[in-house]
């Protein structure tokens, strides 16, 4: 029986994840990387939910994207690129 590296938690075979403490046992980078393609649509469900919450979508937007633009990163960039696209398709879907 292996150990959680991080707390030290019983490992079960089969387990991904320390239920401890969180910490991935295997496949780390790529599993990282899973989590923030995860995160990332969170964030973008959220930014979407800010815009449409905001009453004005165009303006609401707006105000997005000038955040993103301050704060450009890789990360941003995609982010930018899915508004896009769901503001393409719903403009597409309206017409
Ligand atoms: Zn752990």
Redesign the pocket.
Known sequence: MSQ?L????QRNAGDIK?P??G?FYSKIAEIIAEQEAQEEMQTFRGRCKRIVNSGDIKSGLLDELKQMWAGLTKKGMFALFVIFVFVFALVASVL
């Open positions: 959680c991080e707390c030290g938690h320390c401890k403490c910490r």
